[in-house]
């Protein structure tokens, strides 16, 4: 550790679906945070330990900030806004694709109420004309004072190493938060049943994958076949999209686990057998109890 050591925390907001877990997933080096196409993805806040030499960065991957339509989607936004003010620094997403929308200035709004340094990320240039952006960067200089202005490409890694850099500058000298071979907060538990939750992302259509849980009922260590056992329960809302999840003779379920324990495997770094079963919890997103079973706490926001 270098003798002027930075350290401090770094929240990313922005829309549902502008690239911020994969953004994080670049910097850290390793898949912590769930990707899918579908909006609202991210549900926990989830911390990213990036640790060099010079400095550590913990980044927090919060839930795009949207307007609610349950209980589950009021925790979502509450878990998002709440960090604004506890960081040292802010950066709000956005996907140079889409430009400005209407869940741009719901976050602007917010934003014009933040201490901290905010810079604006303007992600997956990769998909757009260079000449594009200039206008683009044009329009938010209007919308906020932004501390400066970078566009990236979390996906192809484009100036995300730029990114960093500006990053340390503006942190405060501190100490090193977590070990240097930490890269997430969350326990195992948490990041295998998001990997299981991924899957049936990928997987499924329509309102299926905004209806599920995944809840890990047990965790054996290695037995005698040298595999780590893995017992958890994807909860639905309906019995009809119970037969979904489970598929033509158990089909769907079966895909859901192959593609599941792969990557549990190499996050264990250890064979994995993997059980799931499928749930029936009526209207479980907006019942503060089942929330709270499932890993949505208010108190944690």
């Known amino acids: 550790m270098t003798e002027n ?22 910097v850290i080096g390793e898949k912590i945070a769930i990707m899918s196409d579908k909006p609202q993805t991210t549900r926990n806040k989830i911390q990213g330990v990036m640790t060099d030499k010079e400095s550590q960065i913990i980044f927090i991957d919060t839930p795009g900030i949207h307007k609610p339509k349950h209980k589950l989607g009021d925790y979502m936004v509450n878990v998002a806004e709440n960090t604004l003010n506890e960081v040292d620094a802010v950066l709000f997403m956005i996907n140079a694709e889409e430009g400005y929308g209407r869940g741009d200035q ?27 952006l200039l206008p683009l960067i044009d329009q938010y200089k209007e919308k906020l004072d932004f501390e ?34 930490q890269i997430t907060d969350h326990p195992e538990r948490f990041v295998i049943s998001e990997f299981i939750r991924e899957k049936v992302l990928h997987l499924t259509r329509e309102e299926i994958p905004h209806s599920i849980a995944v809840v890990i009922e047990g965790i054996e260590p290695r037995n005698e076949h040298d595999k780590v056992e893995i017992q958890a329960a994807i909860i639905v809302e309906r019995k009809s999209q119970k037969g979904i999840i489970i598929g033509k003779q158990g089909s769907m379920l079966k895909e859901i686990g192959k593609r599941a324990r792969r990557d549990i495997e190499s996050l264990l770094g250890s064979k994995v057998y993997l059980e799931l079963w499928v749930k029936v919890q009526k209207d479980w997103r907006n019942k503060q109890i089942q929330l709270s079973d499932f890993g949505y706490r208010e108190d944690e926001y």
């Open 5 to 26: 050591f930075k350290s401090g925390f770094v929240t990313i907001v922005g829309r549902p679906n502008v690239g911020k877990s994969t953004f994080m997933n670049r």
């Open 148 to 181: 400066e202005i970078i566009p990236i490409s979390a996906l192809e890694g484009n100036n995300v190493n730029h990114l960093l850099e500006v990053l340390k500058k503006h942190l405060p000298e501190g100490p090193q938060f977590y070990p240097e071979d």
């Open 106 to 132: 719901f976050i602007l709004d917010r934003l014009q109420r933040v201490d901290q340094p905010v810079f604006l990320i303007i992600n997956k240039i990769d998909k757009v004309h260079p000449d594009d």
